[in-house]
């Protein structure tokens, strides 16, 4: 909840820019051209931030249930690069995989935030992992 409500405070930022960068155009739109080219390139890069194609970086980790509770832990950590909309919808998905000896891996993904630090790189079920997310679309 707490990174949609970011988010969205993001997205009022730029479309704030939006606006201003079209007051500024039509205050404008009477003078040299080279100025009219300098400010549609600025709204095209303004677009282009809103846009749900940038990649945000996420953190996925796969939590082992263990046979007691107690013995929950992190068996898998890593990081990818992937395209806003894909990983709010990895954020929302609930995924685990179930073990024949009952117990399970449960995953959680996090959109981390710009220069967030990073934890140390777990590479415990790499394969299942991959499973999982490309189950997702």
């Given at each position: 909840?707490?990174?949609?409500l970011?988010?969205?405070?993001?997205?009022?930022?730029i479309?704030q820019?939006?606006?201003?960068?079209?007051?500024?155009?039509?205050?404008?739109?009477?003078?040299?051209?080279?100025?009219?080219?300098?400010?549609?390139?600025?709204?095209?890069?303004?677009?282009?931030?809103?846009s749900?194609t940038n990649?945000?970086?996420?953190?996925?980790?796969?939590?082992?249930?263990?046979?007691?509770?107690?013995?929950?832990?992190?068996?898998?950590?890593?990081?990818r690069?992937?395209?806003?909309?894909?990983?709010?919808?990895?954020?929302?998905?609930?995924?685990?995989h179930?073990?024949?000896?009952g117990?399970?891996?449960?995953?959680?993904?996090?959109?981390?935030?710009?220069?967030e630090?990073?934890?140390?790189?777990?590479?415990?079920?790499?394969?299942?992992?991959?499973?999982?997310?490309?189950?997702?679309?």
């Open positions: 909840m707490i990174i949609q970011k988010q969205a405070d993001y997205l009022d930022e479309r820019w939006k606006d201003e960068v079209d007051n500024i155009m039509r205050e404008i739109s009477r003078r040299p051209e080279p100025l009219q080219e300098l400010l549609t390139a600025l709204r095209q890069a303004l677009v282009k931030l809103e749900p990649k945000v970086t996420v953190c996925i980790e796969a939590y082992w249930s263990g046979y007691r509770s107690s013995q929950e832990r992190c068996v898998h950590r890593e990081y690069k992937v395209p806003r909309k894909r990983a709010e919808s990895l954020v929302q998905a609930h995924m685990s179930r073990f024949t000896d117990t399970y891996n449960s995953y959680r993904v996090k959109i981390l935030k710009e220069r630090k990073k934890e140390r790189e777990i590479k415990g079920y790499v394969d299942i992992t991959n499973d999982l997310i490309k189950a997702i679309q």
